[in-house]
Protein backbone atom coordinates (compact mmCIF):
# COMPACT_ATOMS: atom_id res chain seq x y z
CA UNK A 1 0.00 0.00 0.00
CA UNK A 2 1.28 3.81 -0.69
CA UNK A 3 0.93 6.32 2.00
CA UNK A 4 0.07 9.63 0.83
CA UNK A 5 1.80 13.03 1.93
CA UNK A 6 1.57 16.69 0.13
CA UNK A 7 -1.19 16.82 -2.49
CA UNK A 8 -1.61 13.23 -2.39
CA UNK A 9 2.21 12.27 -3.55
CA UNK A 10 3.10 9.07 -2.09
CA UNK A 11 5.58 9.18 0.84
CA UNK A 12 8.30 8.29 -1.18
CA UNK A 13 8.60 10.42 -3.43
CA UNK A 14 9.06 13.34 -0.34
CA UNK A 15 12.05 10.89 0.50
CA UNK A 16 13.45 10.63 -3.21
CA UNK A 17 12.94 15.42 -2.26
CA UNK A 18 15.06 14.64 0.36
CA UNK A 19 17.60 12.58 -1.79
CA UNK A 20 20.26 15.79 -2.72
CA UNK A 21 21.30 14.08 -6.04
CA UNK A 22 18.06 13.33 -7.30
CA UNK A 23 19.16 15.29 -10.78
CA UNK A 24 21.33 12.45 -10.75
CA UNK A 25 18.77 10.14 -10.03
CA UNK A 26 16.72 10.63 -12.57
CA UNK A 27 19.79 11.44 -15.38
CA UNK A 28 20.51 7.94 -15.26
CA UNK A 29 16.82 6.56 -15.03
CA UNK A 30 15.52 5.74 -18.47
CA UNK A 31 12.41 7.99 -18.56
CA UNK A 32 10.48 5.50 -21.05
CA UNK A 33 10.17 2.67 -18.42
CA UNK A 34 8.83 5.16 -15.48
CA UNK A 35 6.34 6.26 -17.81
CA UNK A 36 4.75 2.83 -17.92
CA UNK A 37 3.81 3.66 -14.07
CA UNK A 38 0.67 5.35 -14.08
CA UNK A 39 1.23 8.14 -10.97
CA UNK A 40 4.51 8.94 -12.23
CA UNK A 41 4.04 11.15 -15.05
CA UNK A 42 1.94 13.77 -12.87
CA UNK A 43 4.97 13.33 -9.96
CA UNK A 44 7.44 13.57 -12.65
CA UNK A 45 5.66 17.02 -13.61
CA UNK A 46 5.65 17.69 -9.53
CA UNK A 47 8.97 17.44 -8.75
CA UNK A 48 10.19 21.37 -8.84
CA UNK A 49 6.58 21.68 -7.41
CA UNK A 50 7.94 19.15 -4.51
CA UNK A 51 11.08 21.31 -4.21
CA UNK A 52 12.89 18.10 -5.42
CA UNK A 53 15.16 19.90 -7.76
CA UNK A 54 14.90 22.93 -9.89
CA UNK A 55 12.21 24.25 -11.97
CA UNK A 56 15.06 24.91 -14.82
CA UNK A 57 17.11 21.50 -14.05
CA UNK A 58 17.64 20.67 -18.06
CA UNK A 59 16.72 17.07 -16.88
CA UNK A 60 13.39 18.04 -15.85
CA UNK A 61 12.98 19.93 -18.73
CA UNK A 62 13.73 17.34 -20.96
CA UNK A 63 11.96 14.84 -19.04
CA UNK A 64 8.59 17.48 -18.72
CA UNK A 65 9.08 18.13 -22.76
CA UNK A 66 8.80 14.03 -22.94
CA UNK A 67 5.62 13.72 -20.45
CA UNK A 68 3.56 16.46 -22.14
CA UNK A 69 4.31 14.87 -25.94
CA UNK A 70 2.87 12.21 -28.44
CA UNK A 71 6.30 10.11 -27.25
CA UNK A 72 4.21 9.53 -24.28
CA UNK A 73 1.73 7.33 -24.74
CA UNK A 74 -0.85 8.67 -21.99
CA UNK A 75 -1.03 12.02 -22.99
CA UNK A 76 -4.02 12.86 -24.79
CA UNK A 77 -4.80 15.69 -27.06
CA UNK A 78 -8.32 16.64 -28.32
CA UNK A 79 -10.82 19.48 -29.33
CA UNK A 80 -11.62 19.85 -25.33
CA UNK A 81 -7.96 19.89 -23.70
CA UNK A 82 -4.39 18.36 -23.62
CA UNK A 83 -3.03 16.41 -21.23
CA UNK A 84 -1.91 13.47 -19.36
CA UNK A 85 -4.11 10.52 -18.35
CA UNK A 86 -3.47 7.15 -17.19
CA UNK A 87 -3.90 3.03 -17.97
CA UNK A 88 -6.59 2.59 -14.99
CA UNK A 89 -9.05 5.13 -16.44
CA UNK A 90 -9.18 4.27 -19.86
CA UNK A 91 -7.84 5.39 -23.56
CA UNK A 92 -8.41 9.35 -24.45
CA UNK A 93 -9.07 10.34 -20.53
CA UNK A 94 -7.41 13.33 -19.04
CA UNK A 95 -6.41 13.69 -15.49
CA UNK A 96 -7.10 17.69 -14.78
CA UNK A 97 -4.78 16.49 -11.62
CA UNK A 98 -2.20 17.12 -15.15
CA UNK A 99 -3.18 20.47 -16.03
CA UNK A 100 -2.89 21.90 -12.60
CA UNK A 101 0.71 20.42 -12.67
CA UNK A 102 1.65 21.42 -15.58
CA UNK A 103 0.50 25.25 -14.91
CA UNK A 104 1.94 25.36 -11.82
CA UNK A 105 5.46 24.16 -12.77
CA UNK A 106 5.38 26.30 -16.09
CA UNK A 107 7.30 29.43 -16.41
CA UNK A 108 5.28 30.13 -20.11
CA UNK A 109 2.30 32.40 -19.90
CA UNK A 110 0.85 31.01 -22.63
CA UNK A 111 0.81 27.51 -21.00
CA UNK A 112 -0.25 28.40 -17.86
CA UNK A 113 -3.36 30.68 -19.20
CA UNK A 114 -4.22 27.50 -21.46
CA UNK A 115 -4.22 25.05 -18.54
CA UNK A 116 -6.66 27.55 -16.50
CA UNK A 117 -9.06 27.98 -19.32
CA UNK A 118 -8.97 24.63 -20.02
CA UNK A 119 -9.46 23.56 -16.46
CA UNK A 120 -12.50 26.13 -16.22
CA UNK A 121 -13.72 24.59 -19.57
CA UNK A 122 -14.14 20.93 -19.06
CA UNK A 123 -15.63 20.34 -15.40
CA UNK A 124 -18.92 19.73 -17.62
CA UNK A 125 -21.10 22.40 -15.66
CA UNK A 126 -20.60 21.42 -11.86
CA UNK A 127 -18.26 23.30 -10.99
CA UNK A 128 -16.11 21.02 -9.79
CA UNK A 129 -12.77 18.95 -11.19
CA UNK A 130 -13.29 15.32 -11.59
CA UNK A 131 -10.74 12.68 -11.79
CA UNK A 132 -10.60 12.65 -15.61
CA UNK A 133 -12.82 13.84 -18.38
CA UNK A 134 -12.29 12.67 -21.80
CA UNK A 135 -10.17 14.91 -24.02
CA UNK A 136 -13.21 15.54 -26.92
CA UNK A 137 -16.15 15.42 -24.47
CA UNK A 138 -16.05 16.71 -20.93
CA UNK A 139 -18.86 15.50 -20.11
CA UNK A 140 -17.78 12.02 -20.27
CA UNK A 141 -16.23 12.17 -16.93
CA UNK A 142 -14.87 9.74 -13.93
CA UNK A 143 -16.01 10.94 -10.06
CA UNK A 144 -17.96 13.93 -9.90
CA UNK A 145 -15.82 15.11 -7.36
CA UNK A 146 -12.36 14.46 -6.95
CA UNK A 147 -10.89 16.09 -4.09
CA UNK A 148 -7.35 15.98 -5.19
CA UNK A 149 -8.13 17.79 -8.30
CA UNK A 150 -10.48 20.71 -7.03
CA UNK A 151 -7.20 21.34 -4.45
CA UNK A 152 -4.48 21.03 -7.09
CA UNK A 153 -6.94 23.68 -9.42
CA UNK A 154 -7.62 26.30 -6.30
CA UNK A 155 -4.06 26.14 -5.55
CA UNK A 156 -3.22 27.21 -9.43
CA UNK A 157 -5.64 29.85 -9.20
CA UNK A 158 -4.08 30.95 -6.12
CA UNK A 159 -0.66 31.37 -7.68
CA UNK A 160 -1.78 32.50 -11.04
CA UNK A 161 -3.61 35.68 -8.99
CA UNK A 162 -0.44 36.22 -6.98
CA UNK A 163 2.30 35.57 -9.80
CA UNK A 164 0.17 36.53 -12.70
CA UNK A 165 -2.67 38.20 -12.00
CA UNK A 166 -3.18 39.50 -15.60
CA UNK A 167 -3.71 35.89 -17.01
CA UNK A 168 -7.06 35.37 -15.16
CA UNK A 169 -8.75 38.59 -17.01
CA UNK A 170 -10.46 37.59 -19.86
Known amino acids: ALYYGRAGVPYFLHYLNSVRNIRSILGSLSIRPLLSIWFTRNVLLALPYLDALPLNDPIYQNTRRLALSAAN ?24 ISLAMRGLTSTDNTEIRTCVQALKATHAGTGYMHESFHKDNPAKYTRAWFAWANTLFGELILTVHQKHPRLLVK
Open 73 to 96: PFFYQGTAAEGIGGPHIGADMIWP
